[in-house]
């Protein structure tokens, strides 16, 4: 018998985030524990995005307070496969660690990292100062503000950075066709854009067709992001032959090891991306990119610190994350910390 361990979190971000749903200010989540008869322990993180696919807090909550106090490994796989989700992305890394250690093999031992800019007329200075640091690759948010506007914005930041700099424009499904048209039209003409990350909302067939045809018409690569919220999400997309990138937020996805499967398999263009989590699911984050031995993109990890408890950071936002960094992060020490 695996005994079960549950530990609801609330971990105040060090900053409010601006969300479309308003400000967000605290991060909330379940930690997981399991210890077998033998006493070899697993930790794993479920913590969903508020707005982002169909699960909260309080479902996640739910389902894992349901299965109980103890179970077995046939049990916990048969969740695993069923739920999928934060759920299955908590257990199965609990599990995994709790046998001996990720079935994921590392083939590296440092990665490099896009840098976060913030919106508005701010983000050339913060673009300069992340460049002296030595990130070539950033991200900024656009959608939030007058198309005019955001582009002169974006044409500071493109003038002040090394020519070999790439910027991922992220709109997080904000424009409308006419809008995103206009955006494309503008990316056609400046390399340095890497890609376009949702450029229109996520949800629905009429989206979707949208979403495939805008991707033919013009030359910048588009990505999704809010699209890919679930499994289901992913086969779909998959099915559909999607050639552009994809930002896989892994622990909103299921079982790691089975996501690194399909990720293999089908030869996805990836972008492993942060789902503001704690250290316990950065830990398994990290264990995904650094074992990808296709093509990847630049980290969507340069986020931490996150949160006034230090605890609960994950590696700080630098141009490259090295294995040792990820190997620091104290996931016992983190449980001890929640009450």
Known sequence: MIRILLKSYAFEFREPLRTAHGLWSVREGVLVKLEDAHGRIGYGEASPVPGFGRETT???????AAIGDKS??????EVVIQEGGTVGFALAAARAEMAGGTELTRVHDYLPVAALLPAGRGATRVAMERAEMGFRTFKLKVGVADPRDERGW????????PAESRVRLDANGAWERRQAEGWLDYCADRAMIEFVE?????????????????AEDYPTK?????????????WRWIDGEWSGVWVLKVALLGDPSALQHVIKTHGLDVVYSSALETAVGARSLYEMA????????????GVWPLFTDRRANGPTAMPFVRWSDV???????LWNAVS
């Open 222 to 234: 588009l990505a999704l992001d809010e699209s890919l919220v679930g499994r289901e999400d992913l």
């Open 290 to 301: 650094f074992a990808h031995a296709g093509k990847s993109r630049e980290l969507g990890t």
């Open 198 to 214: 949702q450029p229109v909302a996520a949800g629905g067939a009429k989206m979707e067709d949208l979403l495939r045809g805008l």
């Open 154 to 161: 974006l044409d500071e930041v493109l003038a002040e950075l």
């Open 72 to 77: 077995t490994d046939e049990a916990i796989d």
């Open 327 to 333: 190997e620091t992060l104290n996931k016992e020490e």
């Open 58 to 64: 309080a479902t996640v909550q739910a389902r894992l």
